[in-house]
């Protein structure tokens, strides 16, 4: 398994840092993905998105592009997996850096 910083290695590694009110939750690793699959699968819907966004047009409360967006996401994945003993080392990892003991 991963150190503390990553506990989540695989299939999308998902390191946890410390703030000084938190922590963050660096998923990049998942984000290239989405983006590889964005614009290698769906360069069609993004070229659509693009030229809505470019019109020249008042706006009247209503965005033509947003459909296209919404439609976007419904068929890329916004979920990240995480399995096994991974849910529990992120937990874990999450708890350390916001210097929480125990459950909540």
Known sequence: MADSRTPVDGPFRIYVERTPTGVTLDVSHFIE???VDVFTEHADEVHDILTEQA???PYDG???????V???LAE???RIPVYGRQ???LADSIRAAA???GAA
Do not use: I, M, N, Y
Not at 62 to 68: G, K, P, T
């Open 76 to 78: 890329v994945s916004t």
């Open 99 to 101: 210097g929480l003991r």
């Open 62 to 68: 209503h965005r033509a592009e947003s459909l296209l």
């Open 55 to 57: 019109d020249a047009r």
């Open 87 to 89: 849910c529990v080392a």
């Open 70 to 72: 919404e439609r976007l």
């Open 33 to 35: 993905a989405v983006l």
